[in-house]
Every structure is written in structure tokens, then in C-alpha cells.
């Protein structure tokens, strides 16, 4: 064998192995029903979509603490979406264009990728967009992970007036309640200067009027019955923070309904801080019902 072929052969093995196939980005975008959506395709293997959270990204809540990379590390293949309304998707200002089509966004995405089942991951509203695939579109999952979430229950009273507050607020480019919320552990809350800089940074890289539009459009996705979860059959992770007041309640409310939920606590975490230490116990999940 020549040197030359010799190479050329050393070049090939190269770009066949399953880390050259592990780095590949397929990233692109879609039109779903109206409205482009963009996410990021990473990795080889086992599908896992990943759902964002309110005010967040795929790049924010997935790329930059870490959670993609882990996965494609532990031979998955990372599909992130920004949601309609976030990140480098469109963003309507209808409030009738949120809600449940942001459900249907997923399932768009695996008919544009041509994947007929995956792994579904969401984080706060994402946890959302998942009970509403969960038990409506329960033949195009292999798992579910709620990271900060968990089931509302089905009296939406309260939380449909939070939304409500949470667009009055968008709409004078004002966060400080959604920040306080999702940064407070325990007593302690970050200080009005914190509050301030958080606000300012967000209304910088987001459409404050389509978030207003989602934020009173998203009552939809929260409309999820006793009954339906007891019928679920796939298997369900809750990872949620220790200090996570906001949704420490849902995910026992929801463990209590649905069969065989596992629940994971994740030591000193709030809301916020939540992610990136959720990588760990999301690969174990998901290697435990692995289907390559």
C-alpha cells in the first residue's frame, strides 16, 4: 500500500468514526404551520428533543450549560428547538398562534427530521409542551424529562392570572416578578440591582410584544387532566431543584398520579440553577430505556 492511499485510507476511517459522526450539526429551520422554527441537530444515535424554557433558547437552556454536549458525549443525538416566539424562531404577536401549536411545533419538527419516535425533554414551559405530547401524542415518544416542571393540576385559576400579570408586565418591558421567581432560594432573592440588570439583558435579546403573546397564550398547554396522566404508560423523570418553589408542589402532584414517575432533587438548585447539574441524571435516564 502507498503511502499516499495509505493516508487517504487513515482520512476516511477518520471521518466514518463515531466521534467525527458525534460532532456533525445538522441545524436548520422549518416552517410549522405558518410560523419558521429553528433548532439545533447535534450528535449520532437515540433522538432526544430538547424544550426550552419562557424567555429562553436552545443556545441559553441547552447549549451553554452544558446539557447538548453531554448528551452527544453519551452517543445521543441533541435536537433543540427555540420555540415559536424565542431564540431565532418567528415570533408572532397573536396570542392564538401560542398555546397548543407550540405542542404541534414538535411534532412537526420529527415529521421534518423524519423520526417517527424520540426522547422528549422540557424545562419549565417545555415541561409544558411535554404533558401536552404525553398524553396526546404518546406514539412518537420513547421517554419524557421535566426539568422544573411538573403537572399544575386542573384548577388553572391562579396560575392563568400569573400569566395574565406576566404580559401586562412584557408589555412595559417588565420581568422583575418572572426573575425574582425563577432566581430566589429559600428567603433569598436577587437584589433590586440584580433584578434590574437581569431585566435589562433579557428585554435586549428578546421581542418583549411575543412574549407578551405567548405569555397569554400558554394557558392551553397547562390544560392536563388526573385522568389522562394515570393512563400514561411511557416512563416519566422529574428533575427538579431543592429550592425550586415554584414547581417542587407540581412534580409531587404529578408523581402522585402517574405510574412509576421517578423523581430526581437536585441538592441547593433553584429553578434557574437547575440546568446544568441535570445533565447527569438525564443520561442515566435515558440510558436505562436506550433505543438506538
Not at 495509505?6 to 458525534?22: D, E, H, Q, T
Not at 412595559?172 to 433584578?195: F, H, M, T
Request: net charge neutral.
Amino acid at each position: 500500500m502507498t503511502p499516499r492511499i495509505l493516508r487517504l485510507l487513515v482520512a476516511w476511517i477518520v471521518l466514518l468514526s463515531p466521534a467525527a459522526v458525534a460532532g456533525q450539526d445538522r441545524s436548520g429551520s422549518y416552517d410549522s404551520n405558518g410560523v419558521p422554527i429553528h433548532y439545533v441537530d447535534k450528535g449520532h444515535g437515540a433522538p432526544v428533543v430538547l424544550i426550552h424554557g419562557f424567555t429562553g433558547s436552545a443556545a441559553r437552556h441547552w447549549q451553554a450549560p452544558g446539557v447538548i454536549a453531554a448528551l452527544e458525549t453519551a452517543g445521543y443525538r441533541a435536537i433543540a428547538m427555540d420555540c415559536r416566539g424565542h431564540g431565532e424562531s418567528g415570533k408572532p404577536h397573536d396570542p392564538a398562534l401560542y398555546g397548543l401549536e407550540m405542542a404541534g411545533d414538535v411534532i412537526r419538527l420529527l415529521d421534518h427530521l423524519k423520526i417517527d419516535r424520540a426522547h422528549v425533554v422540557g424545562y419549565s414551559m417545555g415541561g409544558a409542551i411535554a404533558n401536552q405530547l404525553l398524553i396526546k401524542h404518546s406514539q412518537r415518544l420513547i421517554t419524557v424529562t421535566l426539568l422544573g416542571a411538573g403537572w399544575e393540576g386542573e384548577d388553572l385559576k391562579v396560575l392563568a392570572s400569573q400569566f395574565s400579570a406576566l404580559a401586562d408586565g412584557f408589555e412595559k418591558r417588565d420581568a422583575s416578578w418572572l426573575i425574582g421567581a425563577v432566581s430566589s432560594s429559600g428567603q433569598k432573592g436577587p437584589s433590586a440591582e440584580e433584578v434590574a440588570a437581569a431585566n435589562a439583558s433579557l428585554f435586549a435579546r428578546n421581542d418583549g410584544d411575543a412574549l407578551a403573546a405567548a405569555a397569554r397564550g400558554l394557558i392551553p398547554l397547562y390544560r392536563v387532566s388526573a385522568d389522562s396522566l394515570r393512563g400514561v404508560s411511557l416512563p416519566v423523570l422529574a428533575i427538579v431543584g431543592e429550592q425550586d418553589a415554584l414547581n417542587l408542589e407540581g412534580v409531587r402532584r404529578m408523581a402522585a398520579v402517574v405510574r412509576g414517575m421517578e423523581v430526581v432533587r437536585i441538592p441547593g438548585a433553584t429553578h434557574a440553577s437547575s440546568v446544568r447539574p441535570s445533565a447527569e441524571p438525564l443520561v442515566t435516564f435515558l440510558n436505562k430505556h436506550r433505543r438506538d
